[in-house]
T-cell receptor, first 113, second 115 residues
Framework: AQSVSQHNHHVILSEAASLELGCNYSYGGTVNLFWYVQYPGQHLQLLLKYFSGDPLVKGIKGFEAEFIKSKFSFNLRKPSVQWSDTAEYFCAVNTINTDKLIFGTGTRLQVFP | GAVVSQHPSWVICKSGTSVKIECRSLDFQATTMFWYRQFPKQSLMLMATSNEGSKATYEQGVEKDKFLINHASLTLSTLTVTSAHPEDSSFYIC???????????FGEGSRLTVL
């Protein structure tokens, strides 16, 4: 069965610090990869997604993620975080031909001014 | 972008009663809808997948008779928590897709509190 691991449960940063959130998945076949963000009191929103092609994908709000197939990883990065990036971040995966998303446990990011 | 709306956004009920939560795709026809449950400070757990006009497919460990899912039209799916108990208190989130795009659109979630 597929599974998704996010090793950072809670990250605290100061504004302008760089961010990297880890995501690893277990599945031997072809996958689609996603990062979703949930701001306080709001619904989940898509940050970025990877289906195929360039393994470095850019999303909204300056976020990017790199798919490393050999490591089964899809880490999320942002060079300089802002206070408004405070949120819960979820990595998710599905296999081709299905929309069923499997989520990681989430990482809570707190950014202090 | 595609919009998914849930109603009610929060509900409080007495133990033993049933509660219905609606999930609507407002500007697209959702061929598939998914229901998730989110416990405090935990991830989203997929409960079931529903396709319009057919029975829902439940994930292992999810009680079909407890969580009734109906996908009567391409824009509406409902989740009914039957004979609710305090342990059913949670945040329920629906999501929808149209065709296979690989992307899901999420509702705002519905917080259920069972007293």
């Amino acid at each position: 069965a597929q599974s998704v691991s996010q090793h950072n449960h809670h990250v605290i940063l100061s504004e302008a610090a760089s961010l990297e959130l880890g995501c690893n998945y277990s599945y031997g076949g072809t996958v689609n990869l996603f990062w979703y963000v949930q701001y306080p009191g709001q619904h989940l929103q898509l940050l970025l997604k990877y289906f195929s092609g360039d393994p470095l994908v850019k999303g909204i709000k300056g976020f990017e993620a790199e798919f490393i197939k050999s490591k089964f990883s899809f880490n999320l990065r942002k060079p300089s975080v802002q206070w408004s990036d405070t949120a819960e971040y979820f990595c998710a995966v599905n296999t081709i031909n299905t929309d069923k998303l499997i989520f990681g446990t989430g990482t809570r990011l707190q950014v202090f001014p | 972008g595609a919009v998914v709306s849930q109603h009610p956004s929060w509900v409080i009920c007495k133990s033993g009663t049933s509660v219905k939560i609606e999930c609507r795709s407002l500007d697209f026809q959702a061929t598939t809808m998914f229901w998730y449950r989110q416990f405090p400070k935990q991830s989203l757990m997929l409960m079931a997948t529903s396709n319009e006009g057919s029975k829902a497919t439940y994930e292992q460990g999810v009680e079909k008779d407890k969580f009734l899912i109906n996908h009567a039209s391409l824009t509406l799916s409902t989740l009914t928590v039957t004979s609710a108990h305090p342990e059913d208190s949670s945040f329920y989130i629906c999501s929808a897709s149209y065709g296979y795009t690989g992307e899901l659109f999420f509702g705002e979630g519905s917080r259920l509190t069972v007293l």
